[in-house]
């Protein structure tokens, strides 16, 4: 697979996915316990409302939103999609990565247990190796990997008449506009949810 794939466009991040798929096989070939158990302490959030928006694709962050939908959509998302999703599950919602794991496996077609579970524990900041201080910013991550929009309104109806990068911030259009799109406001503030959640992890607030 490396020498078919080498020197062709997209090559390497290609390869760097498949090192990780290998990688965590490996691990839950030789300690399957680590499937379900981080072995961490973590002071997880109950809170059923924000995982039903979750799930169903009405946080108010237009690139979460859509990713979760295409999930129910096509039992399909891409990779940067998961990680911006299980990122504002478990660090801006604070809910533990484990509902989040069982929610892909019940919807993806190429769900996998290794890959799955523990790129969610890589995303939550609690493997080995991983950078826990990493948050992904759902606008910003919207701006920089769909610039035009045309993500976010394939997937969610209510954003099609916003054109362009405006559609990752639908707060700031015009209020009687927001209202006729239906289209929900955001359930969390991302900058008070990372706080937050630092201030749970570390123990202290980051501003």
């Given at each position: 697979?490396?020498?078919?794939?080498?020197g062709l466009?997209?090559?390497?991040?290609?390869?760097?996915?498949?090192?990780w798929?290998?990688?965590?096989a490996q691990a839950?070939?030789?300690?399957p316990e680590?499937?379900?158990?981080?072995g961490?302490?973590?002071?997880?959030r109950?809170?059923e409302?924000?995982?039903e928006?979750?799930?169903e694709g009405r946080?108010?962050?237009p690139?979460?939103?859509?990713?979760?939908?295409?999930?129910r959509?096509?039992?399909f998302v891409p990779n940067r999609a998961r990680m911006v999703v299980?990122?504002f599950l478990?660090?801006d919602l604070?809910?533990d990565w484990?509902?989040?794991?069982r929610?892909?496996?019940?919807?993806?077609v190429?769900?996998?247990?290794?890959?799955?579970?523990?790129?969610w524990q890589w995303?939550?900041?609690l493997l080995p190796?991983p950078?826990?201080h990493?948050?992904?910013?759902?606008?910003r991550?919207?701006h920089?990997f769909?610039p035009d929009g045309s993500?976010?309104?394939?997937f969610v109806g209510?954003?099609?008449?916003?054109?362009g990068g405006?559609?990752h911030?639908?707060w700031?259009?015009?209020?009687?506009?927001?209202?006729?799109?239906g289209y929900?406001?955001?359930?969390?503030?991302?900058?008070?949810?990372v706080?937050a959640?630092?201030?749970?992890?570390?123990?202290?607030?980051?501003?």
């Amino acid at each position: 697979m490396e020498r078919s794939a080498s020197g062709l466009p997209g090559a390497e991040p290609f390869l760097r996915q498949l090192c990780w798929r290998d990688f965590f096989a490996q691990a839950l070939a030789e300690r399957p316990e680590v499937a379900w158990s981080d072995g961490a302490d973590q002071d997880w959030r109950d809170d059923e409302e924000g995982l039903e928006a979750w799930r169903e694709g009405r946080t108010g962050y237009p690139v979460v939103d859509a990713a979760m939908r295409q999930l129910r959509h096509d039992g399909f998302v891409p990779n940067r999609a998961r990680m911006v999703v299980a990122s504002f599950l478990t660090k801006d919602l604070g809910i533990d990565w484990r509902v989040g794991a069982r929610h892909f496996l019940d919807w993806l077609v190429d769900g996998d247990l290794a890959s799955n579970n523990l790129n969610w524990q890589w995303t939550a900041g609690l493997l080995p190796g991983p950078n826990p201080h990493r948050v992904l910013d759902p606008t910003r991550q919207g701006h920089r990997f769909d610039p035009d929009g045309s993500y976010v309104r394939r997937f969610v109806g209510e954003l099609g008449p916003v054109a362009g990068g405006a559609v990752h911030e639908p707060w700031r259009l015009d209020p009687a506009r927001r209202r006729r799109l239906g289209y929900p406001s955001p359930i969390v503030d991302h900058g008070d949810a990372v706080d937050a959640y630092r201030a749970r992890r570390f123990g202290h607030r980051a501003r």
